[in-house]
Antibody
Framework: QVTLQQSGPGLVKPSQSLSLTCAIA??????????WNWIRQSPSRGLEWLGRTYYRSATSKWYFDSSVSVRGRISITPDTFKNQFSLQLTSVTPDDTAMYYCARHIAAFDFWGQGTLVTVSS | SYVLTQPSSVSVAPGQTATITCEGNNIASKSVHWYQQKPGQAPKHFDDDRPSEIPERISASKSGNTATLTISRVEAGDEADYFCQVWDSTSDHYVFGSGTKVTVL
C-alpha cells in the first residue's frame, strides 16, 4: 500500500514562494514505472495538474514537465535519500490560493496525499 | 488546450440510475479515468485493476465525443463530486473535467 504524506506551510505572502513536500511510503521516488505529480484544486480553477517529475532507468535521467499555466514559476524536485519530492512555486499571488495535492501516476492518479490548503495573503 | 465539459450537478433518487457525462473532442480515442471526491477528502480513482474496490453498480463507457459514468441503484453513499480525466498528447498535459456533483434526493 502506497501512502503520500504532505507537509508545508498553509499561509504564504504574495510575491513569495510556496514550498510543499510529499513523503512517499510503499514505493520509491526513483521507480521507473510511475511519475510523481502535484495537482491543485480551487473553486475558480477546479482540479488543475501543475507538473510532474519522474525517473527512467533506461536513460538514467530525471524528467520534469509542467503545465503552461505555471511554467517558469514551478519546480518539482525529487529527493532520493528521503524518498520524497517537493513543489516550489515562486512569485505567488492570491490566485494561487488552493488545496494542493501530491499524487502518484501509473496509468491514472492512483494514490493521493491528504492535501494542503495554501492561502496566499499578506 | 483540450477541454473536458461535465454537467455541474446531477440529482437522483435512491435506487435510480445516475448518468454523468464528460464531453471532449474525440474523447473515445483517449483513456478516460474517473475519480470520486467526498467532502474533505482527496479524489479517489475508480481502478479497473482493483475491481473489489469498485461497486459493480458503477460502469464507464465512451463513444465519439462523450464518456459516461453510470451509477446504478444509487445509494446515499454515492453522493460526491465526480471528475473525468485524460492525457492530452497535443499539449502534454493531464486534463480534468469541471466536475459533477451528484446529489441523492
Amino acid at each position: 500500500q502506497v501512502t503520500l504524506q504532505q507537509s508545508g506551510p498553509g499561509l504564504v505572502k504574495p510575491s513569495q514562494s510556496l514550498s510543499l513536500t510529499c513523503a512517499i511510503a510503499g514505493d520509491s521516488v526513483s521507480s521507473s514505472t510511475v511519475s510523481w505529480n502535484w495537482i491543485r484544486q480551487s473553486p475558480s480553477r477546479g482540479l488543475e495538474w501543475l507538473g510532474r517529475t519522474y525517473y527512467r532507468s533506461a536513460t538514467s535521467k530525471w524528467y520534469f514537465d509542467s503545465s503552461v499555466s505555471v511554467r517558469g514559476r514551478i519546480s518539482i524536485t525529487p529527493d532520493t535519500f528521503k524518498n520524497q519530492f517537493s513543489l516550489q512555486l515562486t512569485s505567488v499571488t492570491p490566485d494561487d490560493t488552493a488545496m494542493y495535492y501530491c499524487a502518484r501516476h501509473i496509468a491514472a492518479f492512483d494514490f493521493w496525499g491528504q492535501g494542503t490548503l495554501v492561502t496566499v495573503s499578506s | 488546450s483540450y477541454v473536458l465539459t461535465q454537467p455541474s450537478s446531477v440529482s437522483v433518487a435512491p435506487g435510480q440510475t445516475a448518468t454523468i457525462t464528460c464531453e471532449g473532442n474525440n474523447i473515445a480515442s483517449k483513456s478516460v479515468h474517473w475519480y470520486q471526491q467526498k467532502p474533505g477528502q482527496a479524489p479517489k480513482h475508480f481502478d479497473d485493476d482493483r475491481p473489489s474496490e469498485i461497486p459493480e453498480r458503477i460502469s464507464a463507457s465512451k463513444s465519439g465525443n462523450t464518456a459516461t459514468l453510470t451509477i446504478s441503484r444509487v445509494e446515499a453513499g454515492d453522493e460526491a463530486d465526480y471528475f473525468c480525466q485524460v492525457w492530452d498528447s497535443t499539449s502534454d498535459h493531464y486534463v480534468f473535467g469541471s466536475g459533477t456533483k451528484v446529489t441523492v434526493l
